[in-house]
Structure formats: C-alpha cells, structure tokens
C-alpha cells in the first residue's frame, strides 16, 4: 500500500524553477509533521525542510531562500517549490510522514518512493 | 552543524553479526534513528528511538547508544540485509534533522 506518492520531477535547466508534490493516502497531512529528503546521485540522505501540523515550516540553511514548502489540506498534499536550480540540487527527493516517539517528533517512518530531479542544460 | 560519522562499509559472512557504528558529540543524549536502504529503493525506517523497532522488522535488528557511538547490530546476516545503513538525529537546536554519512554492508 503506497502511503505517499511524489510527483513533478524531470529535466530542469539551471536557474528554473520546478514544484513538487507529495500526496498522502492514509492520513491527513494536516494532523502530522511532513519532510521532504533529498539524496544525490551516489550520495547519502540530506533533509531539506519539514512542516508540522501547526503549520511551521523548518529549511536546511543552505536551501533557505530558494526552496518553498507548502500543504494544500484540500488535496491532503505537500509541495516543494524550487528556485534557480542548480546543478547539485540534481537528487531524489523523498517525501517522509515524521514519526513521534519517546522523544518527540524526530525520525522518518514513512517513505515515498521519490521523485528525481536532474538540473543540466 | 551537528555531524554523524559512520563507517564507509562493513561486510559479513552469511549468519555472522554486524555491527555499524555512528559517531556524534553527545549522542547518548540524542535520540538515534536507523534506515536501511537497498539500491534503487526508497529508505525504511529499522529501528528508532536508540533501540525501538517498527512492525515488520525482524528481532535481528537491535540499537544501543553508549557515550558517544551508535550502533546497530544486525545478528544472523542473511544475503538480503545488504544494503546501505544510515543514522540519524533530530537536533533540538534550529529543529533539523542529520543523518550520518552511510554504511553499505556487504554480504560475502
């Protein structure tokens, strides 16, 4: 059962601008913490922003200006949208639902299976 | 920036037990979440809170914390363990979230 389903990814030139979508299937995005994670081709996980059920919104610093996550509760989804993209933002980018354990809301327990974004001319 | 530091590979005969370390300033204080990820495939949650484990995943799969190393030990390694294993922690200071650098295990 696919919980979480991206979409929008493709070819982008550098300095365009693409948005993201992630639906949730299961639950509501409204009543949970969401992240998006991206990993770069060969590399390892990197986070990259979250929203929580309050609606605020955390980046990783050095895609703070650049990067816009937001929720439309109507279509129960979260978005990413990307300005002047760059050749190293060429990733997968995850959507992950964030578990809330012993210690608060902290790790990612459910995965989509993620959409690529490559940046070249 | 808060930094994990994980071992570049570790392999294992069939049967044998793995251990994959993570290091970080404090860790003990931190809550150390685990991922498991085959080639191609999407991350899977394998053991959270130091030493929890979500439904579906086996016994084998085990997480302790001392100072300031994480490990996930994983016992009777079977061919499909192999893959690549990341640590990760939520950092209370600018609310982020850090994995480590990764880990591929291979099965010999």
């Known amino acids: 059962e696919v919980q979480l389903e991206e979409s929008g990814g493709g070819l982008i030139q550098p300095g365009g601008s693409l948005r993201l979508s992630c639906v949730a299937s299961?639950?509501?995005?409204?009543?949970?913490?969401m992240s998006w994670v991206r990993q770069a081709p060969g590399k390892g996980l990197e986070w990259v922003s979250s929203?929580?059920?309050?609606?605020?919104?955390y980046y990783e610093e050095s895609v703070r200006g650049r990067f816009t996550t937001s929720r439309d509760i109507s279509k129960n989804t979260v978005s990413l949208h990307i300005n002047s993209l760059r050749a190293e933002d060429t990733a997968v980018y995850y959507c992950?639902?964030?578990?809330?354990?012993?210690?608060?809301?902290?790790?990612?327990?459910?995965w989509g299976l993620g959409t690529l974004v490559t940046v070249s001319s | 920036s808060y930094l994990l530091t994980q071992p570049p590979s570790v392999s294992v005969a069939p049967g044998q037990t793995a251990r994959i370390t993570c290091g970080g300033d404090n860790l003990e204080r931190k809550s150390v979440h685990w991922y498991q990820q085959k080639p191609g495939q999407a991350p899977v949650l394998v053991v959270f809170?130091?030493?929890d484990r979500p439904s579906g995943i086996p016994e084998r799969f085990s997480g302790f914390t001392s100072g300031n190393t994480a490990t996930l030990t994983i016992s009777r390694v079977e061919a499909g363990d192999e893959a690549d294993y990341y640590c990760?922690?939520?950092?209370?200071?600018?609310?982020?979230?850090?994995f480590g650098t990764g880990t591929q295990v291979t099965v010999l």
């Open positions: 929203i929580y059920r309050d609606g605020t919104i």
């Open positions: 299961v639950f509501d995005v409204s009543d949970t913490y």
């Open positions: 809170d130091v030493f």
């Open positions: 990760q922690v939520w950092e209370s200071t600018g609310d982020l979230y850090v």
């Open positions: 992950a639902k964030i578990g809330v354990g012993r210690f608060g809301r902290s790790y990612f327990e459910i």
